[in-house]
């Protein structure tokens, strides 16, 4: 059974570089870095092809 690398789902740094935030889907479980989650939340479509809905998302309104 292959070991599954844990790293952020933007910049794809590793728990050995940066912390990472874990983040539940429907489908898995992902991570994200405290430097992309901003991203995450201010423009949530630049996700979509890495993250699973993440082009249903609606970015944060200030």
Do not use: F, S, W
Not at 31 to 39: D, E, N, R, S
Not at 45 to 57: E, P
Request: proline share 10%; net charge neutral.
């Amino acid at each position: 059974m292959e070991k599954q690398t844990i790293q952020c789902i933007n910049c794809e740094r590793t728990a050995d570089q940066v912390p990472l935030v874990p983040i539940l889907t429907r489908d898995a479980q992902v991570y994200i870095c405290p430097q992309c989650l901003p991203i995450l939340i201010h423009k949530p479509q630049q996700l979509a092809d890495k993250l699973h809905g993440a082009d249903a998302l609606l970015p944060h309104k200030h």
